[in-house]
């Protein structure tokens, strides 16, 4: 499906019936790689609706040529949030898609039943992250031995290598790569910082949360979310060993569905309807 929202034509999809969950991916993700991600938790655990979409510039939702910068697409985002889901609502986000959901949080608390932050990308306000060494701690070369050339970044990525993690990377992460708009892209890494209020802490959020965060992670890193305790009193938030900015259905699955159970688990025991 697809709703316009101030000229953008977002594209999204919504599976199940019960309480209401917005799923946002990260940066040249699609929802795609969110439902390979999540599914498989809702599936054991039914009674939510959850809408994915697409960004702007990613995968079916187009950038036009003025959107440029990220109080742009948090309006763009916004404006999809006030179009598509029903109110009280859940949202999760992923590494970009977590630091846009931070600005949810920040922007409309009371609208929200709870809120998830996966891996999320926290930058500073200088626009530095705080992130680990990039390592391997778990090799196995040999699974690495057909890749494309727009794939040989992938061994180095992985914390624990494996055949597995390759096939998961190239079913659901590289067709949305090479589907993402680059230029956009580009224009947007340049005002990519939130401004305003939601660039500092707002009132704490008394919502059921999860932060979910690698103790490898050279990406994001996993320093900068510990900072966000106070401003979610009900956060469970875990450094999960073994794993770096992979952390899901890539890497550690099994600790990474159990917290995202509990978390449904605990917002649905919040909730009267």
């Known amino acids: 499906m697809n709703v316009e929202v101030q000229g953008v034509s977002v594209a999204y999809e ?27 938790v809702f599936d054991a655990h039914p009674g939510w609706r959850r809408t994915y979409l697409d960004l702007p510039g990613h995968g079916d939702t187009p950038a036009p040529g003025w959107l440029e910068s990220q109080a742009q697409v948090m309006e763009v985002l916004k404006g999809f949030v006030d179009a598509v889901m029903d109110e009280p609502f859940a949202v999760a986000g992923s590494s ?47 699974a690495f031995q057909d890749l494309a050339e727009d794939e ?85 938030y875990a450094v999960i060993d073994l794993a770096g900015h992979w952390l899901g259905r890539v890497e550690r699955p099994a600790v990474f569905r159990a917290l995202f159970d509990d978390w449904l688990s605990r917002v649905e025991h919040s909730t009267v309807i």
């Open 152 to 236: 040989e970044w992938i061994p180095g990525a992985l914390v624990e290598q494996s055949a597995r993690a390759l096939e998961e990377i190239r079913t659901y992460e590289m067709p949305a790569i090479r589907a993402s708009d680059s230029e956009f892209l580009e224009r947007l890494e340049g005002n990519y910082l939130h401004q305003g209020a939601l660039a500092v802490p707002g009132p704490a959020f008394d919502g059921p949360s999860l932060i979910l965060t690698g103790r490898q992670d050279s990406t994001v890193g996993y320093r900068a979310a510990y900072g966000l305790l106070d401003e979610f009193p009900r956060a469970t």
């Open 14 to 40: 919504t599976r199940g019936e019960g309480l209401p969950i917005l799923l946002v991916h990260g940066w040249t993700d699609d929802r795609h790689y969110m439902q390979a991600d999540l599914e498989p």
């Open 96 to 142: 970009y898609g977590g630091y846009l959901t931070l600005g949810l949080i920040r922007a409309i608390p009371k609208r929200l039943l709870g809120a998830a932050l996966l891996v999320p990308d926290l930058p500073a306000a200088d626009g530095s992250r705080d992130t680990t060494e990039q390592v391997t701690l778990v090799e196995d070369r040999s």
